[in-house]
T-cell receptor, first 115, second 111 residues
């Protein structure tokens, strides 16, 4: 079965530190890739998405992600985090040929940024 | 646009009771979804719909039912609530296979 792995359960950083959150998926065909963010007490919001084209994708709030097909990875990065980036981050993958556009979510990575 | 709305925000049920979680969207999206979110487990798809009158099971459908009589509404029914259904429930919608927009969630406790 298709799966999505997020390597870190909880990451703690100080403000201005650089961030990289790992995401790997198991499906070998064409995929659509997403990163969602959930701020405390709020619903999920889209950070960025990759469908095709340039594998380096820029999203909102200074986030970017790189799709590396050979590694089945879609890691999220930010050069300098802020306290307001404290949230839970979810990677999600859709098998392009799969049923009805359903997303498979990773278990999430909680990011805590110390001021 | 209100986007995706969900009611209620919170609910406590006794074991064996039933309830309906409401979800509505005003973006004219054809696809709608119900997920449950448990701590450390990410989101699991319960049911989805690709249009009015069409629904299908997701990964964890047992104990739930849905209907989709209009494009806008996608209620989730819990019959005979069990403690294992204690969770946060999110409704989402999308235009075909594009990004999904999520509602604010319903926090349900079954005791």
């Amino acid at each position: 079965a298709q799966s999505v792995s997020q390597h870190n359960h909880h990451v703690i950083l100080s403000e201005a530190a650089s961030l990289e959150l790992g995401c790997n998926y198991s499906y070998g065909g064409t995929v659509n890739l997403f990163w969602y963010v959930q701020y405390p007490g709020q619903h999920l919001q889209l950070l960025l998405k990759y469908f095709s084209g340039d594998p380096l994708v820029k999203g909102i709030k200074g986030f970017e992600a790189e799709f590396i097909k050979s590694k089945f990875s879609f890691n999220l990065r930010k050069p300098s985090v802020q306290w307001s980036d404290t949230a839970e981050y979810f990677c999600a993958v859709r098998n392009y040929g799969g049923s009805q556009g359903n997303l498979i979510f990773g278990k999430g990575t909680k990011l805590s940024v110390k001021p | 646009n209100a986007g995706v709305t969900q009611t209620p925000k919170f609910r406590i049920l006794k074991i064996g009771q039933s309830m309906t979680l409401q979800c509505a969207q005003d973006m004219n999206h054809n696809y709608m979804y119900w997920y449950r979110q448990d701590p450390g487990m990410g989101l699991k798809l319960i049911y989805y719909s690709v249009g009015a009158g069409i629904t299908d099971k997701g990964e964890v459908p047992n104990g739930y039912n849905v209907s989709r009589s209009t494009t806008e509404d996608f209620p989730l029914r819990l019959e005979l609530a069990a403690p294992s259904q204690t969770s946060v429930y999110f409704c989402a919608s999308s235009y075909a296979r594009d990004e999904q927009y999520f509602g604010p969630g319903t926090r349900l406790t079954v005791t």
